[in-house]
């Protein structure tokens, strides 16, 4: 007797990746989600704050019985987003890389795991980038999984995949959607009996002009790790008069998050209640940045005068009353609307 077939989702907790599976799982076919972390979507950096007891993926995991697997490759993602083989999209979304990535993040636990083939919830023409045949093909061979992929809500605008070829899944029992409009989807949605449909969003924070202006940023000052892009989504930044980077927390869960760095840079931080920043500097401050980012946190600290301690590596290096920088300097020191350059 042949073995039930088992399949790996790539799932991102959206409409289409729900509906994808559920299409597949309803012929039979065993299905686990692979959600792929990059550190740059929103319900990540609540997770990374501590502020978020569950997340939109695991929700819809749970809404449809779907085993969920999370991988996080955010360790290395920094590098994709430095120098994308196939470049940008609107901001400094990776989109074609970052696929290229889901999927050889997903070959592997097929072939670690003993899975047959990989489901994803695209769609033909939902994304000029990196939807369109042409791209899907090349994301495919770039991956190392060409023809292994089933796209249940476009299949049949696709060449048959391995799996449809070999009598898997039935390719008539999948659908033809193309384009950016969700009327088929929601129709689908309601066909299937889901309670909860999630609306459609962003959620790649790459795609926000805010966080493309911090990243590109960095870039123009050659500075770019792990570390620096853990800090992107965090707080506000700003850089001082010497070039150095300064990031003051908008909450407590972002106070907290910066104090974990204060062994590599330095921690300002307010010996009463208020805002906290880092420096993102590795010698010593001078006096004049001592000052402006001490002028920041007060700002910061309803706008009053606060005693501030500079801290590195544990030591509290000594305090400072810190006076609430004027509007003008703050619009000054703070990032330019646009600081991209091409790199």
Same mark, same amino acid.
């Given at each position: 007797m042949?073995?039930?077939?088992?399949?790996?989702?790539?799932?991102?907790?959206?409409?289409?990746?729900i509906?994808?599976?559920?299409?597949?799982?309803?012929?039979?076919?065993?299905?686990?989600?692979?959600?792929?972390?990059?550190?740059?979507?929103?319900?990540?950096?609540?997770?990374?704050?501590?502020?978020?007891?569950?997340?939109?993926?695991?929700?819809?995991?749970?809404?449809?019985?779907?085993?969920?697997?999370?991988?996080?490759?955010?360790?290395?993602?920094?590098?994709?987003?430095?120098?994308?083989?196939?470049?940008?999209?609107?901001?400094?979304?990776?989109?074609?890389?970052?696929?290229?990535?889901?999927?050889?993040?997903?070959?592997?636990?097929?072939?670690?795991?003993?899975?047959?083939?990989?489901?994803?919830?695209?769609?033909?023409?939902?994304?000029?980038?990196?939807?369109?045949?042409?791209?899907?093909r090349?994301?495919?061979?770039?991956?190392?999984?060409?023809?292994?992929?089933?796209?249940? *809500?476009?299949a @049949?605008?696709? +060449? &048959? #995949?391995?799996? =449809?070829? /070999?009598?898997?899944?039935?390719?008539?029992?999948?659908?033809?959607?193309?384009?950016?409009?969700?009327?088929?989807?929601?129709?689908?949605?309601?066909?299937?009996?889901?309670?909860?449909i999630?609306?459609?969003?962003?959620?790649?924070?790459?795609?926000?002009e805010?966080?493309?202006?911090?990243?590109?940023?960095?870039?123009?000052?050659?500075?770019?790790?792990?570390?620096?892009?853990?800090?992107?989504?965090?707080?506000?930044?700003?850089?001082?008069p010497?070039?150095a980077?300064?990031?003051?927390?908008?909450?407590?869960?972002?106070?907290?998050?910066?104090?974990?760095?204060?062994?590599?840079?330095?921690?300002?931080?307010?010996?009463?209640?208020?805002?906290?920043? *880092?420096?993102? @500097?590795?010698? +010593? &401050? #001078?006096?004049? =940045?001592? /000052?402006?980012?001490?002028a920041?946190?007060?700002?910061?600290?309803?706008?009053?005068p606060?005693?501030?301690?500079?801290?590195?590596?544990?030591?509290?290096?000594?305090?400072?009353?810190?006076?609430p920088?004027?509007?003008?300097?703050?619009?000054?020191?703070?990032?330019?609307?646009?600081?991209?350059?091409?790199?």
């Amino acid at each position: 007797m042949e073995s039930k077939k088992r399949a790996v989702a790539l799932f991102s907790g959206g409409l289409d990746s729900i509906l994808a599976v559920k299409l597949v799982q309803e012929q039979g076919i065993e299905v686990v989600g692979l959600h792929v972390k990059t550190g740059f979507h929103s319900h990540e950096v609540k997770e990374k704050l501590g502020i978020a007891e569950t997340t939109p993926v695991k929700e819809a995991a749970q809404e449809i019985n779907l085993p969920l697997v999370e991988v996080d490759t955010s360790d290395t993602y920094h590098e994709i987003i430095r120098a994308p083989k196939y470049g940008y999209g609107k901001n400094v979304n990776p989109c074609i890389d970052c696929k290229i990535r889901f999927l050889k993040t997903a070959k592997e636990f097929m072939e670690k795991e003993g899975f047959h083939f990989i489901v994803t919830g695209e769609v033909v023409n939902q994304r000029p980038m990196s939807q369109n045949l042409p791209t899907l093909r090349l994301i495919e061979k770039e991956a190392g999984v060409q023809g292994w992929v089933v796209r249940p *809500l476009s299949a @049949k605008l696709l +060449p &048959p #995949s391995i799996p =449809e070829l /070999k009598g898997w899944i039935d390719r008539e029992k999948l659908l033809d959607i193309s384009g950016r409009g969700r009327n088929r989807q929601l129709e689908l949605a309601k066909r299937l009996g889901l309670r909860k449909i999630p609306q459609p969003s962003g959620g790649c924070l790459l795609t926000m002009e805010e966080i493309a202006n911090r990243i590109f940023d960095h870039f123009n000052y050659g500075e770019w790790n792990e570390k620096i892009a853990q800090l992107i989504p965090i707080g506000r930044h700003f850089r001082l008069p010497t070039g150095a980077k300064v990031i003051v927390a908008r909450n407590r869960e972002e106070g907290m998050f910066l104090r974990k760095y204060q062994n590599e840079w330095y921690l300002f931080k307010p010996t009463s209640k208020g805002a906290t920043a *880092l420096l993102l @500097k590795e010698t +010593p &401050p #001078s006096e004049e =940045e001592v /000052k402006l980012v001490a002028a920041l946190v007060a700002r910061y600290s309803k706008n009053q005068p606060r005693e501030v301690e500079v801290i590195h590596k544990g030591q509290t290096l000594r305090k400072i009353i810190g006076e609430p920088l004027g509007e003008e300097f703050i619009r000054q020191l703070r990032l330019k609307d646009t600081v991209r350059k091409e790199v």
